[in-house]
């Protein structure tokens, strides 16, 4: 059927197609076998494209002092690991499954420093008692998610960070009880950047396509 | 009116076939209405339950959104798992209900947490895509939507909110039973049992009913019959009515020797008059015949004995000769010969016949002898023998100068021969015992030709009566008559 076409017709389109697909702006890394919207970009512009700022940024942070905590000791040392994956995977030419895993790690050294926030005597200011409340119901909604986030996620490495999750909520909820509504706040945003995390984690899983 | 309050009966059955089809029907409506008024509940409960549903899927999402800065960015799949984690954190608070979100051109996050399979059902129910469509559609209109679908095994019940014009939208959907399922087909079993229940039982209330009234038909029939014919037994039955007719039988069996044994008892005390009747009627001829014997015996000493003498003798030996024929007559009355013959003939023979007596006493006699050709059932001597008595009777008693009417008529199926006298009557005391043997009010009579009549009458199939018209007497012998169709077959 083809026997008349001009082969170097063919080779024309075919050359254009890719050329283009390569130059597109939402691209910059390798192309991979990613599934997903390619055209949305966010408000605070394309953070795939500030990947390796992104990265070089939470890199830095991590070369600073080892926190005595810890719990936080742990946080970041997931944080570490998941951002030394998402490396990996963007030297793979999966940009957007390297976004969401960078997120993830973005997401527990964000949860570290909520718990470095407990420690400073002049942290910021008491939210007041149903603003906290409305923030730990919240909290208590996205915990309940994190089950499916970890079954999304395939893997066992990620189950601490549910059991994390689910502490740092109990702790916010004695916090309120005790009327600190400082330390429930902090650690419902704790719980909260944890969930995160595993939400971050199990969509990077959801585009892998050996994932599914 | 008044004869349908006759079968009070008949009316209760008809009130308790009615009331049953009442109570059938009303059951199947209440029922209905029930099954109906259940469904109407459980339907505005999944209506609530899918609002609520909706409603918190949506301000999930809308918290979702504003708290995520780069959510605008995401690839559609990680959109899909992000709002699945909500979904399934959201419906899992709503037992049967599955749902998701749509963003105008994909279906997303849709979960069905508590689903059988445990909740890892992600796939959106193919067979209700268009009216999930069609149901957030419409809910673009209006904030909200819902529509029911009455499938032919479920009904579903689906809920959509948008954002006004906004091609982004939260839905809900839950699936109830529908009248095919299990319960609703034990349901229906139920009621299809009930309405059973409810012919058997009017099919029962009417063969109750037509059997008791066969059993009344037979006892009323029965019993008229027996009024007549007390030989005559009601059939046997095995049932209530059965027990009646056997109570019946055996009164009618006692009532039947009752009656035999008043009919021995009569006719005792009917040989006890006879034999009272001969005792007297032969006493006086032989006091007769002594007292002639006795002048004869004087008579043979003196001048001779002339035949004139002998007379009275002779007299009253045929007196007594008479007496004990009728008396024969009464005791064994031989079996009428009964012909089929005009009954004109046999009157204006016995007219003729006493003619000589009449003319004697100056009696005029006027006959009529009614319709032509009429004809009856009936024993020609014994006929003669029956108007001979009356006619003689009447000569009798209708005394100088008087007269007699005999007229022939035909009512209905009988042929009426009146023999009406212009005498004095009858008293009371008389009439009743008018056809008792050996009553007399005659000096010379036995007391048995009226007797002997109606016994004659009864044995033909008709009757003798008597009837006081003052002035004067009515007797009359009623024959059966030939059908006038017969008569003039005859004729021809």
């Known amino acids: 059927m083809l026997k008349g076409f001009p082969c170097f017709v063919l080779l024309t389109v075919t050359g254009l197609t890719v050329g283009l697909i390569a130059t597109a702006p939402a691209q910059p890394g390798p192309q991979g076998n990613e599934k997903g919207d390619k055209k949305g970009k966010g408000k605070d512009g394309d953070e795939i494209e500030r990947f390796p700022e992104r990265l070089e940024r939470l890199r830095r942070q991590y070369s600073n002092p080892q926190p005595a905590d810890p719990e936080r000791q742990i946080l970041l040392g997931h944080s570490s690991v998941y951002a030394g994956k998402a490396d990996q995977i963007w030297r793979t030419a999966q940009p957007y499954i390297a976004d969401r895993t960078l997120a993830a790690a973005e997401a527990l050294f964000h949860a570290s420093d909520h718990l470095e926030h407990l420690k400073e005597p002049a942290g910021p200011p008491s939210p007041p008692a149903e603003e906290v409340s409305r923030h730990l119901a919240q909290v208590y909604f996205r915990t309940r998610q994190a089950d499916y986030f970890l079954q999304e996620i395939h893997d066992n490495a990620a189950l601490p960070l549910v059991t994390l999750a689910r502490q740092y909520y109990q702790r916010a909820v004695q916090s309120y009880d005790r009327s600190d509504f400082r330390g429930a706040d902090e650690y419902g945003k704790t719980s909260e950047e944890l969930v995160k995390a595993l939400e971050n984690l199990a969509q990077a899983a959801t585009l892998a396509p050996q994932a599914r | ?492």
């Open chain 2, 1 to 492: 009116m008044r004869s349908l309050f006759k079968r009070r009966l008949q009316l209760q059955l008809l009130f308790i076939l009615l009331a049953a089809v009442l109570v059938a029907s009303l059951s199947v409506l209440l029922i209905s209405d029930a099954v109906e008024s259940a469904e109407g509940v459980v339907l505005a409960d999944a209506g609530r339950t899918l609002t609520a549903a909706v409603s918190e899927l949506d301000q999930q999402y809308q918290d979702r959104v504003t708290a995520d800065s780069v959510w605008q960015t995401l690839p559609v799949p990680a959109k899909d798992t992000s709002l699945r984690g909500v979904s399934q954190a959201v419906l899992r608070s709503y037992p049967g209900v599955e749902g998701g979100y749509y963003d105008g051109a994909h279906f997303l996050g849709y979960s069905y947490p508590t689903h059988d399979t445990g909740g890892n059902k992600t796939d959106v129910p193919a067979a209700e895509l268009d009216d999930i469509l069609a149901t957030i559609s419409q809910s673009r209109g209006s904030g909200t939507a819902q529509r029911t679908l009455h499938g032919q095994h479920d009904i579903v019940v689906i809920e959509a909110k948008s954002e006004g014009h906004n091609a982004f939208a939260s839905w809900t959907m839950k699936r109830l039973a529908g009248r095919s399922d299990p319960g609703s087909h034990r349901r229906e079993i139920l009621l299809s049992a009930l309405v059973l229940a409810a012919l058997i039982s009017i099919a029962g209330t009417l063969a109750t009913g037509v059997l008791l009234q066969r059993g009344i038909v037979q006892i009323t029939s029965g019993l008229s019959a027996l009024q007549s014919d007390f030989s005559h037994r009601l059939p046997e039955r095995n049932d209530e009515l059965g027990e009646i007719s056997h109570s019946i039988n055996r009164m009618a069996e006692a009532r039947q020797k009752l009656e035999t044994e008043l009919r021995r008892e009569d006719r005792l005390r009917a040989v006890g008059r006879l034999v009272a009747g001969i005792a007297h009627e032969i006493r006086n001829p032989l006091n007769s015949i002594r007292l002639s014997i006795q002048y004869l015996e004087r008579r043979i000493g003196g001048t001779g004995v002339s035949a004139e003498d002998l007379r009275p003798v002779i007299e009253e030996v045929d007196r007594l000769s008479a007496l004990l024929t009728n008396l024969l007559t009464f005791q064994k009355t031989r079996q009428p010969e009964l012909l089929d013959r005009p009954v004109a003939p046999v009157v204006q023979k016995c007219v003729s016949l006493v003619h000589p007596q009449a003319d004697a006493r100056s009696i005029e006699i006027h006959v009529e002898t009614g319709p032509p050709g009429l004809e009856a059932r009936f024993d020609p001597e014994q006929l003669t023998q029956m108007l001979m008595n009356l006619l003689l009777n009447a000569i009798e008693v209708a005394g100088q100068n008087g007269t007699i009417n005999v007229r022939l008529e035909q009512r209905g199926t009988t042929a009426r021969i009146e023999v009406h006298d212009s005498g004095p009557g009858l008293t009371d005391e008389q009439t009743e015992n008018l056809f008792e043997a050996f009553y007399t009010t005659k000096a010379s009579g036995t007391g048995l030709g009226l007797a002997v009549s109606r016994e004659l009458a009864t044995a033909m199939g008709g009757g003798l009566h008597y009837r006081n018209d003052q002035p004067g007497a009515t007797f009359e012998i009623e024959l059966p008559a030939i059908e006038h169709a017969n008569a003039n077959d005859i004729d021809r």
